[in-house]
C-alpha cells in the first residue's frame, strides 16, 4: 500500500489522522490524531488534501507555526471568530487557548495557537509571550487587540502596527522630575516591507473596514493603517495630559497601549535565535475623559483581519 493509499484507508476507518505538509518538500509530513474528520480532495490534484474549513482543534499544545496572543476576552473571542476556529477553548497551565490549522494556499497549511493572557498589562504580556515561545516555539509572535490612538494623529476604527514600540514608564525620578530611558524595539526588516505594502493598499483597508458587516459600531471615516511609534504601560489612560507627558519624551508617539513592548522584548530577548513578532491594534479611543467602548469590538476585529491578510502575505512570500 502506498502513501496515498494509507492516508485513504486511514480516513475511511475513523481513525482521523490530518497530514499538515507542503507540498514543495513532501518528506515533511506530521501525522496529528485530530477531532474532526478531514476531506480528500477528489480533483485531478490526489496529492491534495483538504482539512475541512471548520478549524481544527487540539487537545494539547505542542509546537506551532504562529502565536497569537490576546490581552482580554473580547479580542480573543474575535480573533477566534476570524480564524475560523468553532470549537470550545481548552486551559493549558492556566492560559486558554484555541488551535486552528488555517490555509494560507493551496499547497500549504498552518498551525496557529490563539491565546488569552491570564490578566491584562505588561507583566502577563511577558509571561504569555515566553511561556509561548519557550512552549511552542512558533515562527512567528504576533498580538492583535485594541489601544488608544492620539486624537488628531489617528482616527477612531484606525489600525495601528506598533514599530517601533517602548516602555514609557522606563526611566528614574530625580528631585521630583521624570526622566526617560525609553529603549525601542523594531519590527524586522521583512515583516516591515510586508506591512509598508499593506499599509497603503487602499483596496485592502476597504476590505478591512468592510468585513464587519453591519453599521453598528463602526466608524463613518475611511480605515488607514499606520506604523509608527508607539508606548506600552502598566495603566489605562484616561487622562490626555498623561499622554502629551509621554508626546513630551516621543513627539511621534501615535498609540499607547498595555501589552505591546512586552511582546516584542520577549521575542527579542528570550531565545536563542530572536522570534519575529508583530502587534497590530485598531484604534478604540483617545485615553481621554472621553473614553468609552463604543468602537471597542469593531477595532478587535479588524486588527484580527489585518492579521489574517498579514499571514497571507507572509506564508505566500
Not at 511577558?126 to 511552542?136: D, E, F
Not at 513578532?277 to 483617545?286: A, I, N, R
Request: proline residues 3%.
Amino acid at each position: 500500500m502506498n502513501f496515498w493509499e494509507e492516508i485513504e484507508n486511514k480516513s475511511t476507518t475513523g481513525s482521523n489522522p490530518a497530514y499538515i505538509y507542503d507540498k514543495n518538500n513532501e518528506d515533511k509530513f506530521e501525522e496529528k490524531e485530530i477531532l474532526k474528520n478531514i476531506s480528500l480532495a477528489s480533483s485531478d490534484k490526489t496529492n491534495d488534501i483538504a482539512v475541512e474549513k471548520s478549524s481544527i482543534a487540539d487537545t494539547e499544545l505542542d509546537s506551532v507555526d504562529v502565536v497569537i496572543i490576546t490581552a482580554v476576552e473580547t479580542e480573543y473571542k474575535l480573533a477566534c471568530e476570524i480564524f475560523g476556529n468553532k470549537s470550545s477553548p481548552f486551559f493549558f497551565d492556566g492560559f486558554k487557548y484555541s488551535t486552528v490549522f488555517f490555509e494560507v494556499n493551496e499547497e500549504k497549511i498552518i498551525k496557529i495557537a490563539i491565546l488569552k493572557q491570564k490578566n491584562i498589562g505588561l507583566i502577563s504580556a511577558a509571561i504569555a509571550a515566553t511561556y509561548s515561545i519557550k512552549t511552542l516555539n512558533p515562527k512567528l509572535l504576533l498580538m492583535c487587540g485594541v489601544c488608544a490612538g492620539i486624537e488628531n494623529r489617528v482616527k477612531l476604527g484606525d489600525i495601528i502596527v506598533f514599530s517601533p514600540v517602548f516602555d514609557y514608564g522606563a526611566g528614574k525620578y530625580n528631585n521630583g522630575m521624570f526622566l526617560p530611558d525609553y529603549r525601542q524595539r523594531t519590527l524586522n526588516g521583512e515583516i516591515k516591507q510586508i506591512v509598508d505594502r499593506m499599509s497603503v493598499d487602499i483596496e485592502l483597508c476597504r476590505k478591512i473596514k468592510d468585513s464587519w458587516r453591519v453599521d453598528i459600531g463602526k466608524p463613518s471615516t475611511e480605515l488607514q493603517i499606520h506604523i509608527e511609534p508607539c508606548g506600552a504601560g502598566a495603566a489605562v489612560i484616561t487622562d490626555e495630559t498623561v499622554s502629551e507627558q509621554i508626546r513630551n519624551h516621543h513627539r511621534t508617539l501615535i498609540g499607547i497601549d498595555m501589552e505591546s513592548f512586552a511582546i516584542a522584548e520577549a521575542a527579542y530577548e528570550t531565545s536563542i535565535k530572536e522570534v519575529p513578532w508583530l502587534v497590530v491594534k485598531g484604534v478604540q479611543d483617545f485615553a481621554n475623559p472621553f473614553k468609552n467602548d463604543n468602537y471597542r469590538e469593531y477595532a478587535a476585529h479588524i486588527s484580527a483581519v489585518f492579521l489574517k491578510e498579514f499571514l497571507y502575505e507572509y506564508f505566500n512570500n
